[in-house]
């Protein structure tokens, strides 16, 4: 069965502090991976996808992510994080292509002290 | 802001009601996803609504259903609401390549 597993569910850093989330998946065949941000209040909204190529994707606010095929592995980094990124992150994955349910995690709340 | 738009924002029901949730896709968009996201938890899929037709289906009893229309909008129809209904129901727009999909605000459901 498909799965997305995120294993951090809260985590508190200060500013300034470096930031990885773990994502791991399980998926037959091909993937699509993508990192999505709820900020308090907000919508979902996209920070990150990676469907092929360089594994090391870049996305908005400064974020990136490192596809590790060999660890099924998709985790979200940031070198220095800000009290704005205080928010719940989800990571979610589909299959490329035709029928595009998306399975996400059960997402990792961040909160970052100024 | 994606441009999918969601209403109500918010809805209190009773159990045994029905409900209507309705979703604007994104221009140019012509596929449609549904999620429940119960609190604490990540989004669920629903279903989804492909040019009019139902699309696939995830874990969800036939009380749950939709409808598409020919501006791609769409409605999420839940009948016999029960307690456990009681989330945020997200709807999701994408193009024909599908492989990312834009989410709307959501409408926050409380059966009481």
């Known amino acids: 069965a498909q799965s997305v597993s995120q294993h951090n569910h809260h985590v508190i850093l200060s500013e300034a502090a470096s930031l990885e989330l773990g994502c791991n998946y399980s998926y037959g065949g091909t993937v699509n991976l993508f990192w999505y941000v709820q900020y308090p209040g907000q919508h979902l909204q996209l920070l990150l996808k990676y469907f092929s190529g360089d594994p090391l994707v870049k996305g908005i606010k400064g974020f990136e992510a490192e596809f590790i095929k060999s660890k099924f592995s998709f985790n979200l980094r940031k070198p220095s994080v800000q009290w704005s990124d205080t928010a719940e992150y989800f990571c979610a994955a589909n299959a490329p292509g035709g029928y595009q349910k998306v399975t996400f995690g059960t997402g990792t709340k961040l909160q970052v002290i100024p | 802001e994606t441009g999918v738009t969601q209403s109500p924002t918010h809805l209190i029901k009773t159990r045994g009601q029905q409900v209507t949730l309705r979703c604007s896709s994104q221009?140019?968009?012509?596929?449609v996803s549904w999620y429940q996201q119960a609190l604490g938890q990540g989004p669920q899929f629903i279903f989804q609504?492909?040019?009019?037709?139902?699309?696939g289906r995830g874990n969800f009893p036939p009380r749950f259903s939709g409808l598409q229309f020919p501006n791609y909008s769409s409605e999420l129809n839940v009948n016999a609401l029960e307690l456990d209904d009681s989330a945020l129901y997200l709807c999701?727009?994408?193009?024909?390549?599908?492989?990312?999909?834009?989410f709307g605000p959501g409408t926050r459901l409380t059966v009481l």
């Open positions: 999701a727009s994408s193009d024909d390549r599908g492989d990312t999909q834009y």
């Open positions: 221009s140019g968009h012509n596929t």
């Open positions: 609504y492909y040019r009019e037709e139902e699309n």
